[in-house]
Antibody
C-alpha cells in the first residue's frame, strides 16, 4: 500500500527551528518528486516546497531562505528543516507525492500524508 | 504566479442534486494542467481530477471535470452523502509556484 507519514511537528517559539520528516512506503521513493503543502486551520492549501528525484529544489517566496527541503533515498524519507519560524508558519504540514503521468514537474499530487501540526507561539 | 479563484464559496445542496463548481485562473493554464481535490474535515486532500478532465484512480464517474484556458468546472452529477466536503482546484506544470484556489465548500442544505 502506498503510504506517506509525517512526523516532527509541535510547539515552537518564534525564531525557533523544527525539522519535519515524512516516511514513505509502497512505491519507488527514489524516482518520485515530492512536495510539502501546508494548511492553516480552517483555511486553504498553500504549496511550500518541492524536491525532485534529481535533488532539484523549489520554494515558495514565503519560506525561501528559511526552510530547506531534503531527502534520504535509502531511508525513503523526506525532510523539511524550518528555521526563523514565524507565527504565520503555524499550520498543518502535509507531504505529498507528485504522480507519474507526464513527468518534468507536470503532474498533480496523488498521494498525501495525514499531516503534522506546527504551532509557532510564545 | 497564477491566481485561482473559486466560486461559489459555499454551495448548499441536497443529496441527489447536481453540484457545479467553478475555478478561474488569472492566466491561461498550460496544457490544462488543472486538478481538483476533495478534502473532508480532519482529512488530507484527495485527488479527484487531473488534466482538467481525467478522473484519478478509484474516483466515481459522478465526478467530472471540464474546461480549458482560464475557466474550469467540476461537476458532481448526483450528490451522495459522502460528497459533502471542501473542493480545491490547483494548477500544476504551468508556472511556479504551484497554486491552489481558496476552495468551495459543498454543504448539506
Amino acid at each position: 500500500e502506498v503510504h506517506l507519514e509525517e512526523s516532527g511537528g509541535g510547539l515552537v517559539q518564534p525564531g525557533g527551528s523544527l525539522r519535519l520528516s515524512c516516511a514513505a512506503s509502497g512505491f519507488t521513493f527514489s524516482s518520485s518528486d515530492l512536495h510539502w503543502v501546508r494548511q492553516v486551520t480552517g483555511k486553504g492549501l498553500e504549496w511550500v516546497s518541492a524536491i525532485g528525484s534529481g535533488y532539484d529544489t523549489y520554494y515558495s517566496d514565503s519560506v525561501k531562505g528559511r526552510f530547506t527541503i531534503s531527502r534520504d533515498n535509502p531511508k525513503n524519507s523526506l525532510f523539511l528543516q524550518m528555521s526563523s519560524l514565524r507565527a504565520e508558519d503555524t499550520a498543518m504540514y502535509y507531504c505529498t507525492r507528485e504522480a507519474k503521468v507526464t513527468g518534468d514537474w507536470k503532474d498533480p499530487f496523488d498521494i498525501w500524508g495525514q499531516g503534522t501540526m506546527v504551532t509557532v507561539s510564545s | 504566479e497564477i491566481v485561482l479563484t473559486q466560486s461559489p464559496g459555499t454551495l448548499s445542496l441536497s443529496p441527489g442534486e447536481r453540484a457545479t463548481l467553478s475555478c478561474r485562473a488569472s492566466q491561461s493554464v498550460t496544457s490544462n494542467y488543472l486538478a481538483w481535490y476533495q478534502q473532508k474535515f480532519g482529512q488530507a486532500p484527495r485527488l479527484l481530477i487531473y488534466g482538467a478532465s481525467t478522473r484519478a484512480a478509484g474516483i466515481p464517474d459522478r465526478f467530472s471535470g471540464s474546461g480549458s484556458g482560464t475557466d474550469f468546472t467540476l461537476t458532481i452529477s448526483r450528490l451522495e452523502p459522502e460528497d459533502f466536503a471542501v473542493y480545491y482546484c490547483q494548477q500544476y506544470g504551468s508556472s511556479l509556484p504551484w497554486t491552489f484556489g481558496p476552495g468551495t465548500k459543498v454543504e448539506i442544505k
